[in-house]
């Protein structure tokens, strides 16, 4: 039973489109995060949802907006995709105060 | 700066041999290290957290040095399945802040 499983796994469209990934967690931890990593394998940290609240917005696109429905998800909604928005995304969660972190198995998102 | 630096090798290293690497950090009210591991295509896994005592895990020992601001690990009579990204990890403030990796760096274990 995966902990946290995020879909879809491959993701090939066009530039301009809009599009989402979903991720869900079944672990009952507070936190939920999205990584993103690069052509270059840089991962860095793009929101991160605690109870719902946002709690941090790194200086990501406007064009990016996370939605949670409830503690257990976290999906990630993309505007008007770009050619630099290719990347792998990873959806990730932690229980509060306590650092140990996991990963979905990752989005390879590419935008042609 | 960047915030956490790390050497992205590669690393080649035969079978057997002992290995080290470190990462730096740039933010001195960091609180929590780790060693992450990421194989190709795959998603980072904790491999290990690092204390300023220093802890070991089979093979693996971690070190932390404050004064200094940088983080080791070494890996003992290492295997081929030891191949793979080793990420430098720092919390800094609450763990509600997310990681902060290192680009990683690059180890090939050959036969």
């Known amino acids: 039973d995966t902990a946290v499983s995020q879909t879809p796994k491959y993701l090939v469209t066009q530039m301009g489109n809009d599009k989402s990934i979903k991720c869900e967690q079944n672990?009952?931890?507070?936190?939920m995060y999205w990584y993103k990593q690069d052509s270059k394998k840089f991962l860095k940290i793009m929101f991160s949802?605690?109870?719902?609240?946002?709690?941090i917005n790194e200086t990501v696109p406007n064009r990016f907006s996370p939605k949670s429905p409830d503690k257990a998800h976290l999906n990630l909604h993309i505007n008007s995709l770009e050619l630099g928005d290719s990347a792998v995304y990873f959806c990730?969660?932690?229980?509060?105060?306590?650092?140990?972190?996991?990963f979905g198995s990752g989005t390879r998102l590419t935008v042609v | 700066r960047k915030e956490v630096e790390q050497d992205p090798g590669p690393f080649n290293v035969p079978e057997g041999a002992t290995v080290a690497f470190n990462c730096t950090y740039s933010?001195?009210?960091?609180?929590?290290f780790f060693w992450y591991r990421q194989d190709c295509r795959k998603e980072p896994k904790l491999l290990m957290s690092v204390y300023s005592s220093g802890n070991e895990d089979g093979r693996f020992t971690a070190q932390l040095n404050r004064a200094s601001q940088y983080i080791s690990l070494l890996i003992r009579d290492s295997k081929l399945s030891d191949s793979a990204t080793y990420l430098c990890v720092v919390i800094s403030g609450g763990g509600a802040d997310g990681l902060t990796f290192g680009k990683g760096t690059h180890l090939i274990i050959q036969p």
């Open positions: 672990l009952g931890h507070d936190t």
């Open positions: 990730a969660s932690s229980e509060q105060g306590y650092y140990g972190y996991t």
């Open positions: 949802y605690n109870n719902k609240e946002l709690i």
């Open positions: 933010n001195s009210a960091s609180q929590s």
